[in-house]
């Protein structure tokens, strides 16, 4: 049952879910092998005073950590194709225009940080301050939204096309 509170699912290309996939299985084939570290270092006697086993507890904390998180955004994604739509919608390439000035323009994909090291495009997350502003704006339309320097600032949609990875 719907409860209205879910976030917007993240729009990943097969190749970035497939990286990810990659990633999660590494991790996790890999806890073997920090759960020996963790041991080895806990045999090396007082552990107020062991930085190895501190250090390696650390490393299984962030790895666990990655593990959860990757899980989840894994299990939750749309895998495949960029949607076509007549209005700003994630997995699109966007460009925009500052300020009533045309000249002064940015295109960028709105999408998913986790696939930023799949394209040279600056990626802005749908749930940030200026991909809130634009999901759903149509080319031509003006909107204003809060940086977080707390400057309000004015863009206009130019246009959008589906992102082809």
């Not at 509170?5 to 996790?28: G, M």
């Not at 699109?92 to 696939?115: A, P």
């Not at 080319?139 to 206009?156: E, F, H, L, R």
Request: aromatic content about 6%; overall charge negative; charged content about 25%.
């Amino acid at each position: 049952m719907s409860t209205g509170n879910e976030a917007p699912a993240t729009w990943l290309s097969q190749d970035a879910f497939n990286r990810l996939q990659a990633e999660l299985d590494e991790l996790i084939a890999n806890r073997p092998v920090i759960a020996a570290e963790i041991n080895a270092r806990r045999e090396e006697g007082d552990l107020r005073e062991n930085g190895g086993y501190h250090a390696a507890r650390e490393e299984q904390g962030k790895a666990e950590g990655r593990i959860l998180y990757l899980k989840e955004l894994l299990r939750t994604a749309q895998v495949g194709e960029a949607p076509t739509a007549d209005t700003v919608a994630p997995g699109m390439v966007v460009t925009i225009y500052f300020d009533d000035d045309k000249d002064d323009t940015e295109t960028f994909l709105l999408g998913s940080r986790e696939i930023s090291s799949t394209t040279d495009l600056t990626v802005y997350s749908p749930e940030s301050a200026l991909g809130k502003a634009i999901l759903h704006c149509r080319p031509g339309q003006t909107c204003t939204y809060t940086a977080p320097s707390g400057a309000d600032i004015k863009v206009t949609v130019v246009g959008f096309e589906p992102f082809s990875g």
